[in-house]
């Protein structure tokens, strides 16, 4: 099983931008696909996006792909999730996850391997 740990959350004002990013432990980080969701108070956990090994990457909505960017490094076996215009909706603690392929996060319940513990996102007015 792959440990994720996640940092950068945090509170922004409404515009701004945070960076989000996620550490795994395993060597096999490079072969699984890699993730982020987000749940926040009395809603259902969303999907945000997600990054396979090559690159190839996904997003949950129109509105979080024309914000948000996730990206990884695969020497560093990180990845990150830029976000930016961020609104007082994007509020949520953010969760990473690792699965072997990019479908596993879109299934309903997600089908993913591994979860970090999550990060608190908080953006004000």
């Known amino acids: 099983q792959v440990q994720l740990v996640e940092s950068g959350g945090g509170l922004v004002q409404a515009g701004g931008s945070l960076r989000l990013s996620c550490a795994a432990s395993?060597?096999?980080?490079?072969?699984?696909?890699m993730g982020w969701f987000r749940q926040a108070p009395g809603k259902e956990r969303e999907f945000v996006a997600a990054?396979?090994?090559?690159?190839?990457?996904?997003y949950g909505t129109d509105s979080l792909k024309a914000r948000f960017t996730i990206s990884r490094d695969s020497a560093k076996n990180t990845v990150d999730l830029e976000m930016n215009s961020l609104n007082i909706d994007d509020s949520a603690v953010y969760y990473c996850a690792a699965a072997w392929s990019i479908p596993s996060f879109t299934t309903a319940p997600p089908t993913v391997s591994s979860w970090g513990q999550g990060t608190q996102v908080t953006v004000s007015s």
């Open positions: 990054i396979n090994w090559s690159g190839v990457s996904t």
């Open positions: 395993r060597r096999t980080f490079g072969n699984m696909a």
